[in-house]
């Protein structure tokens, strides 16, 4: 089954820009989406389809996706930005959606 | 406002079964796929299983094929999870989840809040 690969954690201080990636094969020829979720509550759609936002959510946060990469960025980072990141894909050959491990993001 | 709030979660012994509940509102409920995607405690997220808006396209994640069912009641906008068998390994926040289908792909949006199932014995 098809395989995404996210770092365990990245550390960013605050005002700087946090980048978080998500490896795959040929990832870039496939459709990326990102949640967004804080200690204690449900994960959060923060990009769908690779780079687009939905409504709410900050200019802040950009996606893309290119070869065997996919990453979400994370510019003028806030403390309230602290959370799990996590990619995902629809595997067209199994017709099932696929999750990456998830990406702790610190805010030092 | 679309909202999705679950129930029926709870502690059973392994064996054991549960059925869960999801209602909707806020959205045409038979318009969408729905889902279920679970998360053990401190750990990431596992999609567990699909179901087209008129229930004929079914999917199942192989941890919970043959153990699990999931249903919808359209008239009621609810979808619910029949799960039996259940391990240990089962325990987890189970959310149930929306997909917006464009173009081949699949996102989940919104999230319900959650709702903990525990298989202890």
């Known amino acids: 089954s098809y395989v995404l690969t996210q770092p365990p954690s990245v550390s960013v201080a605050p005002g700087k820009t946090a980048t978080i990636t998500c490896g795959g094969n040929?990832?870039?020829?496939?459709?990326v989406h990102w949640y967004q979720q804080k200690p204690g509550q449900a994960p959060v759609l923060v990009v769908s389809?690779?780079?687009d936002r939905p409504s709410g959510i900050p200019e802040r946060f950009s996606g893309s996706n290119s070869g065997n990469t996919a990453t979400l960025t994370l510019t003028r980072v806030e403390v309230g930005d602290e959370a799990d990141y996590y990619c995902?894909?629809?595997?067209?050959?199994?017709?099932?959606?696929?999750f990456g491990g998830g990406t702790k993001v610190t805010v030092l | 406002e679309v909202e999705l709030v679950e129930s029926g979660g709870g502690v059973v012994r392994p064996g054991g079964s549960l059925r869960l509940s999801c209602a909707a509102s806020g959205f045409a409920f038979d318009d969408y796929g729905m889902s279920w995607v679970r998360q053990a405690p401190g750990k990431g997220l596992e999609w567990v299983s699909y179901m087209n808006w008129n229930g004929g396209i079914i999917h199942y994640a192989d941890s919970v094929k043959g153990r699990f069912t999931i249903s919808r009641d359209n008239a009621k906008n609810s979808l619910y999870l029949e799960m039996s068998s259940l391990r240990a390994e089962d325990t987890a926040f189970y959310y149930c989840?929306?997909?917006?289908?464009?173009?081949?792909?699949?996102?989940?949006?919104?999230w319900g809040q959650g709702t903990l199932v525990t298989v202890s014995s």
């Open positions: 995902q894909v629809w595997d067209s050959r199994t017709d099932h959606p696929v």
């Open positions: 989840v929306r997909a917006i289908a464009i173009a081949g792909t699949n996102w989940f949006d919104p």
């Open positions: 389809d690779d780079s």
């Open positions: 040929n990832i870039g020829s496939q459709s």
